[in-house]
């Protein structure tokens, strides 16, 4: 059994994800940076375009994995609306979009619109 505590930590701890690389891990760099002065010039920009690649794949790779777990809370949430109403999974899915898009963008609690919503289906049955 889902409830709505587990989805909301769920949520918060995606929230919580880096979406950037660690910048003492991954500097940025600008392609004229010069990484070491003993060195050519051909040698610093091929070094430094590594590393820039470098920095982009890591933020590459914890955006795909910030989307991945964002997807699964997704699917909880729907399979918790499912739960709570009975509605088939393409239902419960306009159901949380109508909530995503109608209060999200207000800033309001969407848990708690969430639960009204869920609410008003139950007592409307």
């Known amino acids: 059994m889902i409830t709505l505590e587990e989805v909301k930590e769920l949520f ?3 929230e919580a994800m880096p979406s950037k690389p660690d910048y003492q891990q991954f500097p940025v760099y600008v392609i004229t940076d010069t990484i070491d002065e003993n060195e050519t010039v051909k040698w610093n920009r091929e070094e430094i375009k590594r590393r820039m690649q470098a920095r ?3 933020r590459q790779r914890l ?3 910030k989307h991945a777990r964002t997807d699964q809370a997704h699917k909880l949430v729907i399979k918790f609306i499912a739960q709570e109403t009975g509605l ?3 239902r419960c899915a306009v159901l949380w979009d109508f909530v995503l898009s109608t209060y999200q963008d207000r800033r309001i609690d969407v848990w ?3 639960k009204g919503q869920i609410d008003l289906y139950n007592a409307l049955k």
Do not use: F, K, Q, T
């Open 56 to 58: 982009e794949d890591e």
């Open 63 to 65: 955006l795909a994995l």
């Open 88 to 90: 088939d999974d393409h």
């Open 12 to 14: 918060e701890s995606i």
């Open 112 to 114: 708690a619109r969430l």
